[in-house]
């Protein structure tokens, strides 16, 4: 009688696979090593092989009874793990399982998101302009002139490379999201009102109340009839819609080169409601965004027939708004991605 031992490997195997708790272990142990099993049967016919043949057959049925003696035990492990886990009395299984940590827009966000919603269902736009802007942009149409200290090396970042196609010298990171009002205007042609949300960026030294980059939200209407009224109305329905019905508002005059009339816009005090406390430094008034009619200068540079339309823009700054209404007293907790500061919003 001649054995396949190739094939009783592969058998072997085959059945070793298919274990998977202890009765079948057994009932593997048993086919092979058992009193009946094939290990037994292959020793006893060893009894009718030629002299020569014997000694590789009893080599290859020892091999073949250690090398399931190991499976057995190795099986043997890995079934009491299993069992033993499964039946733990400790083990509840209708605790609830790890919850995944889901994440969510932030505070920056959502503040840019739900300023620019306000503006959306009066009828504007959203629009967004990139980071590296021109000189041009930037400042020169925006009747910003060559000597103002914003232009200067100290107030603006500059990039290295001048663009030799471009008629201004320079190209910055832009250091407002006016110029985002010049892109617009090349674009389209009145009547239009858009909203202009992004980063901006200053070399100030970082601190409570200043980073390197922020964000602004930049409004413009441009139209044919546009008076400094609407501006009045336009910015009181966004304040009382993002701050509440009590606030109170004013518009105190200031200068800015790209409109005129210019002003900024004041809030009441929603810490102290206008009676003076730390927060509006003893004030009552928080300054919050600036605003004006677009100056015509403004609308020379993209070249808008002269006289024919009018505008109003306005800019608000996000981190501040934010830390206004959230009571934040720190700009850089914002950027440092502290979920314990992040989940609360
Ligand atoms: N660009 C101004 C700044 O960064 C903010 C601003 C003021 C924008 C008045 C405007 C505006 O559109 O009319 O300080």
Redesign the pocket.
């Known amino acids: 009688m001649s054995w396949n031992f190739q094939q009783i490997q592969v058998d072997v195997q085959n059945d070793a696979d298919n274990v998977a708790s202890s009765h079948e272990l057994e009932a593997f142990r048993i086919k092979y090593l058992g009193k009946k099993g094939l290990i037994p049967k292959i020793y006893a016919s060893m009894g009718i092989l030629s002299k020569e043949e014997r000694p590789l057959v009893g080599k290859n049925a020892n091999d073949l009874r250690n090398h399931i003696s190991q499976i057995l035990e190795g099986k043997k492990q890995e079934i009491k793990q299993k069992e033993k886990l499964s039946t733990r009395e400790d083990l509840d299984v209708t605790i609830p399982g790890a919850r995944a940590n889901l994440g969510h827009r932030h505070i920056l966000t959502q503040t840019i998101e739900s300023i620019c919603q306000i503006f959306v269902q009066m009828g504007f736009v959203i629009q967004e302009g990139p980071e590296i802007e021109t000189e041009f942009n930037n400042f020169e149409a925006l009747n910003i002139p060559i000597d103002h200290p914003s232009r200067d090396a100290f107030d603006t970042f500059y990039l290295e490379t001048p663009d030799p196609q471009q008629k201004e010298r320079y190209l910055l990171l832009r250091s407002?999201t006016?110029p985002g009002q010049i892109r617009t205007m090349q674009q389209y042609d009145p009547p239009f009102a858009v909203v202009i949300p992004g980063k901006v960026y200053r070399p100030d030294a970082v601190d409570a109340s200043h980073s390197f980059m922020f964000h602004?939200i930049?409004g413009l209407y441009v139209a044919r009839d546009v008076k400094m009224s609407d501006l009045k109305g336009l910015l009181t329905v966004f304040c009382k819609k993002f701050f509440g019905n009590d606030i109170k508002m004013r518009f105190r005059p200031h200068f800015?080169p790209?409109?005129e009339p210019?002003a900024e816009v004041d809030i009441s005090c929603y810490i102290c409601g206008g009676k003076g406390c730390s927060v509006c430094g003893r004030k009552g008034w928080l300054e919050i965004m600036?605003?004006?009619m677009v100056h015509p200068c403004v609308f020379e540079a993209v070249n808008y027939p002269k006289g024919k339309y009018t505008g109003l823009?306005?800019?608000l700054g996000v981190e501040r708004i934010a830390m206004l209404k959230h009571g934040i007293h720190d700009i850089r907790i914002f950027y440092e991605n502290d979920n314990r500061f992040l989940n609360q919003f």
Do not use: P, V
């Open positions: 407002q006016s602004q930049e800015f790209f409109t210019s600036g605003c004006g823009a306005f800019g």
